[in-house]
């Protein structure tokens, strides 16, 4: 069985400082992908990151970056120099090749960002 | 291109009454997803769809809930009769395909359901 943790709860950082949001992850397949959504205040669940099991770059997008070891089952999210309008629900996600790819989440970790 | 769209966006009911929650999924895409989230339990998947067809229903709790899928364009979520135990945020995702190049799932904006 496939399991996603996200161990804190929530986050609460001062503008302009970085956060980084862990995810530690369990499966035996081989294939299998990982993902980071995001959902504000709002309510929607926007789509972040996808990475594969084979490829193991790390990612930057903008103030954004993702840090994906197998070797400790982490793919952890950094944002640098947050912003109030950082300030949301992040969950990790992991979708397995020997489940059809159904998407497991993580609890969510609550980011919040103040002025 | 328009995301997931689904309507209602919000939803009030009182318990016993029909709800019926309405999905489209992105053009061209093959997968369609229903899920459930509330605070005990998180994102759970209730139920997906390949091409119109039913593949995994294991997630939805009773017979209370069923979805259809008549056309690749509209999926319907119903709850008959409705229980204050249902209201949650009902999201509805879409994606590509599966295999390397897809299996990333597009969620629409939710409806939240209140069942009083």
């Known amino acids: 069985a496939q399991k996603v943790t996200q161990a804190q709860t929530e986050i609460s950082v001062v503008e302009k400082e970085d956060v980084t949001l862990d995810c530690v992850y369990e499966?035996?397949?081989?294939?299998?992908?990982l993902f980071w959504y995001k959902q504000p205040p709002s309510g929607e669940l926007v789509f972040l990151i996808r990475?594969?099991?084979?490829?193991?770059q790390n990612e930057i997008s903008g103030r954004y970056s993702w840090n994906f070891q197998k070797s400790t089952s982490s793919f952890n999210f950094t944002i640098t120099a947050s912003q109030v309008v950082d300030s949301a629900v992040y969950f990790c996600?992991?979708?397995?090749?020997?489940?059809?790819?159904?998407?497991?989440f993580g609890a969510g970790t609550t980011v919040t960002v103040r002025a | 291109d328009a995301g997931v769209i689904q309507s209602p966006r919000h939803e009030v009911t009182e318990m016993g009454q029909e709800v019926t929650l309405r999905c489209k999924p992105i053009?061209?895409?093959?997968?369609l997803f229903w899920y459930r989230q509330t605070m005990m339990r998180g994102l759970e998947l209730l139920i997906y769809?390949?091409?119109?067809?039913?593949?995994?229903d294991s997630g939805m709790p009773e017979d209370r809930f069923s979805a259809k899928m008549p056309n690749a364009s509209f999926s319907t979520l119903k709850i008959q009769p409705s229980e204050p135990r249902d209201s949650a945020v009902y999201f509805c995702?879409?994606?590509?395909?599966?295999?390397?190049?897809?299996?990333?799932?597009?969620f629409g904006p939710g409806t939240r359901l209140l069942v009083l």
């Open positions: 990475r594969n099991s084979f490829d193991e």
């Open positions: 499966t035996r397949d081989t294939t299998y992908y």
């Open positions: 769809f390949n091409n119109n067809v039913p593949i995994d």
């Open positions: 996600a992991l979708s397995v090749e020997g489940d059809d790819y159904k998407l497991s």
């Open positions: 053009s061209g895409h093959d997968y």
């Open positions: 995702a879409s994606s590509l395909q599966r295999g390397p190049m897809g299996e990333t799932q597009y």
